[in-house]
């Protein structure tokens, strides 16, 4: 199998550990643990004293999947496959459902994942670019027209990563549309759903028909990253069937000791969210600031949830500019190319206000000097 580099991860690895303040950030300021405890309300850690270390469930503790479950209208407890975080569960999918020669429509931009992984399993990618005039939003004709009777599966993120973009829910349902008529299926991304900045609210694709497949993350809403868990969700028992057919030669099960603590969470995700949205319409609110108070930087305001992809009118490319940025100012952001597109960066405004606000404002300086220059 030969992959290509993981733009966007590799250069994250490479430079976000030396920075003061990270205005890459895609997950909602992660909890420490005490306040995780708090949250859950009463002492998690002397109950997890007895708890015996063997293996987990190979679909995922029952009461977190129960947990989880209730996030959908339409999907039950045995619907859903707990993951080692959301790009598990997206390379699981591809893994069951791809053969070399079979083509895969992706958008463009997005996590690169989903369309190199495909790349690397033999499939044939054709990409479906956003452009920043359509509000990085799939135009649906083009997708109509991409989609045939060899298309294997159509690949989408809603909400969108780099842009914030949102699909509504019209949107969507012509998108499984297309992806019903042709007898292909539909894998949606939501790794940021729920994250509604603007009082939208978008159902689960999983909950429009069975021919979607629906992933998701503990890291970026609920604010666990480092539990490094996610799932898989589907109406299609069968395609559940296959994905754990293969996933015994992956990872067996997870962590017992860290599904516990994410199914005590879940019952308290209500909460959770309201947090994640307070801090992200904070940091929001700075940003559109910076942004829209300089005529060199342009944007798409992001409806959903934590990241933002402004355009900038300078004359230097976006990697040496976060270098810059992070060598000069001790502001880390990705640049645009991590994504294939120049002249833009990705910010993530889920960092704790404060080092957003400094982050922020040190951004603001930099750019006001190669303006200046």
Partial sequence: MRVKPF?????????????????????????????????????LIEELKDLVLDYGYTEGL???????????????????????????????????????GDKVIS?????????SAPESLGAEVDLLELKEEGSWLPNLDELERKVDERTKLVVINNPHNPTGSLMDERTLREVIRIVEDS??????????????????????????????????????????????????????RELIEEIKLRRDYMSISNS?????????????????????????????????????????????????????????????????LALRLLKEKGTFLVPGSCFGIERHVRIGFGARPEIFEEGVRRLGEFLDSLQGG
């Avoid at 940021?192 to 993350?217: C, I, K, Q």
């Avoid at 829209?292 to 040496?320: C, Q």
């Fill in 7 to 43: 733009l966007v991860e590799r250069f994250m690895s490479s430079y976000e550990h030396l920075a003061k303040f990270n205005i890459a950030e895609t997950c909602v300021a992660p909890f420490k643990l005490s306040e995780l405890l708090n949250l859950i309300g009463r002492d």
């Fill in 256 to 320: 017992v000791l860290v599904e516990k603590i994410a199914a005590e969470a879940m019952k308290n995700v209500d909460r959770i969210y309201e947090r994640s949205l307070r801090i992200l319409k904070g940091n929001l609110s700075v940003l559109k600031q910076l942004i829209e108070s300089r005529d060199y930087l342009h944007w798409v305001p992001p409806r959903a949830g934590s990241v933002a992809f402004p355009r900038y009118d300078l004359n230097i490319g976006s990697e040496e």
């Fill in 183 to 236: 007898g292909s299926r539909l894998l949606c991304d939501e790794s940021y759903h729920g994250l509604f900045l603007d009082g939208s609210s978008v159902p689960s694709a999983a909950d429009l028909s069975e021919r979607v497949v629906v992933t998701r993350s503990f890291s970026k809403p609920l604010s666990m990253t480092s539990l490094r868990l996610g799932w898989i969700a589907t109406r299609d």
């Fill in 107 to 115: 958008i463009f931009p997005a996590y690169q994942q989903l369309y």
């Fill in 62 to 100: 029952p009461e977190l999947r129960e947990g989880i479950a209730k996030l959908y209208k339409k999907l039950e407890p045995d619907d859903i496959l707990i993951t080692k975080g959301a790009i598990d569960a997206n390379f699981q999918v591809f893994y069951t459902l791809l053969e070399p």
